[in-house]
């Protein structure tokens, strides 16, 4: 069974960051590979500040998974490899994309099976202590 948030959470993370209407910051286009139980996927989202403030991404959490790490694509040479990354730095007014071949989230040793249509809660937390909560439609 798929652990499931409604999109209300993504609401009230961007609340947490005080905005009015729109949320000044939220998650946009979050999604996971399917997983069997103890096997590994990848998270993927874009991260939209359009906050005054610099954000400072320190972890994501994904509840479906035993641990999940940030990592980064880097050239190595000719090579493209990816190492884990403890932080990543959003200045106001961009956008952080996680996407296959690029910036991810490695989620491993699933505690639950994730299929096509399933949806899976994220959590982001900020060196500021803040939190942002968003919703992961699972597909291929």
Same mark, same amino acid.
């Given at each position: =069974?798929?652990?499931?948030?409604?999109?209300?959470?993504?609401?009230?993370?961007?609340?947490?960051?005080?905005?009015?209407?729109?949320?000044?910051?939220?998650?946009?286009?979050?999604? =996971?590979?399917?997983?069997?139980?103890?096997?590994?996927?990848?998270?993927?989202?874009?991260?939209?500040?359009?906050?005054?403030?610099?954000?400072?991404?320190?972890?994501?959490?994904?509840?479906?998974?035993?641990?999940?790490?940030?990592?980064?694509?880097?050239?190595?040479?000719? =090579?493209?490899?990816?190492?884990?990354?403890?932080?990543?730095?959003?200045?106001?007014?961009?956008?952080?994309?996680?996407?296959?071949?690029?910036?991810?989230?490695?989620?491993?040793?699933?505690?639950?099976?994730?299929?096509?249509?399933?949806?899976?809660? =994220?959590?982001?937390?900020?060196?500021?202590?803040?939190?942002?909560?968003?919703?992961?439609?699972?597909?291929?």
């Amino acid at each position: =069974m798929a652990l499931r948030f409604g999109a209300g959470a993504l609401l009230l993370g961007g609340l947490a960051f005080g905005c009015a209407r729109e949320p000044q910051v939220r998650v946009e286009d979050a999604w =996971m590979r399917p997983v069997a139980v103890s096997q590994t996927t990848a998270a993927y989202f874009t991260l939209v500040n359009d906050s005054p403030d610099t954000l400072v991404l320190v972890k994501v959490d994904v509840p479906a998974v035993e641990m999940a790490m940030m990592h980064e694509t880097v050239h190595v040479g000719a =090579m493209l490899s990816m190492r884990e990354a403890d932080r990543f730095v959003v200045v106001p007014h961009t956008k952080l994309r996680f996407s296959p071949g690029g910036n991810h989230v490695m989620a491993m040793q699933a505690l639950v099976g994730l299929a096509e249509g399933d949806t899976t809660g =994220m959590e982001l937390r900020f060196a500021d202590g803040k939190r942002l909560h968003a919703t992961a439609r699972v597909h291929s």
